[in-house]
DNA sequence: CCTGGGTTTCCGTCATTCGGAAGGAGCCCG
DNA sequence: CGGGCTCCTTCCGAATGACGGAAACCCAGG
């Protein structure tokens, strides 16, 4: 078993808190805030009152909750939020510079990618794709790339379980998607031909760390029929090796490089 | 006298463990959190552990503990993090597009700048400026103008505590620095003559919310000697109510309406 | 084999959290 | 102007979960 919280009640309560922030509700009233996390009005209350005096939180005039802006100054010393896209946004600028197309850079957490930089072309196709956000692993080109690397026991999490289409290209047969992973595995980079919109398709590429470990992905989305991937990889792998590159030399507060593995 | 923690005992310890990372400790060992929270071991690592199970924290294969991308997901929330910044940043591009020079974005945090963007010139003079970092409000381009707009308990706070000389220009005396602040005030930009470096100059403008308060500052720094501070103000003021008009129409209601939540 | 660093587990004591309920503060509508 | 609404804040006694010293553990290296 390795689903059991194993988290106190004061601490639990206090996540549940700023779990219940999300892109579509970054500010909450406390009201609202109980609501969402499932908690005793006056529980959240007290609570809520000491993260603000901390500054885990906020409240605007009006006495509505938001996230602080001491909790951003900590998350922004995570190694793969903010330390990651320093290091590797001279090299996203540049891809971005050169084919004036959406550069996407991404981690993976759980079952899931999490966006940890975008930058959007000017005249790109609209990508809905928001910096700390997240979505499903099989289907994005950084997704495919940071599955086709994962351990096996996500591989077959996701496979295992029901894969959501969003359109009629996406890949959801389980022995196409494994199919589909080897051959990320063999070329070194991943297609994702209009699997998450009709009009959109991505290019992406494995960064490692030291060890050569899959720690992150890049990709390129692109309208669909513009450019052939084939165009386009070379591109993005060269861009992912040299961010893996940047990451290997720039360790410096730490005697070794680790590969950073998230457990559940 | 300012304001007691209030915070509880479990809460509290928690806090302090994050607070214990810091730019130059991004991943610390079980002791040395324990050391640097000041906490006994035993509890840090009840909390900690409690803590990674959730993703504020993560634990690398050698036991290192670092904040979690969960932590930095939550933090992205934070209107004042990367909601300004997002709003904020094609601008900031316009002006280092333009000027080739560092530009900054900051808001205020307590008696400090805490800086939330900064694009830095190719060829620009170094500054020693990170993103999610902090730094003294008397001194820089942003701090001046967050600081002159700031509440007058600020201001004296700032004002009657000693105030850190960087370098021989950086002003100290109470009565020069109220001087520096109306000046601010009447002429709607800061400048920030080799107060933090000898060779450096900051011209930095204010940016205000709907109601007319000021929220964050834009700056430029350049090299000492290089542009005159003239000739740099009509961009960041300029540029710095563009952020401001960019904030109000992107959804900053007072207190009147419901929350019509723009999605992409 | 032993020494020393960090890490994990245990468990009896007792300080802290818990949250229902009651009291305010606005706001809208009739 | 008053009654009803929703949302916010404060209180306090019961009992539950937190606390952390100490001891076992797990390596490396000498």
Redesign the interface.
Known sequence: MVKR????P???R??LI??A????H??LTLTDLARRAGLPLSTVHR?A???V????L?RD??GRY??????????????????LR?RALPYLEDLSQVTHENVQLA?R?GAEV?FVERIAGRRAV?V?TR??G?FALSATGVGLVLLAHAPVAVQEEVIGSAIERFTPHTVTDPAALRRLLADVRTNGFSVSDRQVTEDALSVGAPIRDAHGTVVAAVSLVVRYGTVSPHALSPLVRSSARAISRALDTAGS??T?Q??????R
């Open positions: 919280a194993a988290t106190g004061v601490l639990g206090a996540l700023l779990e922030f999300g892109p579509r970054t500010t609570l009152g000491e993260l005096s901390w500054g885990a906020e005039p009006g938001s996230v602080g802006l001491r909790l951003w100054e900590v998350g922004s010393l995570a190694p793969r939020g903010l330390g320093e981690v957490e999490v609209p809905h910096v700390g997240r507060d730490s070794k680790a590969p950073p593995e998230p457990l």
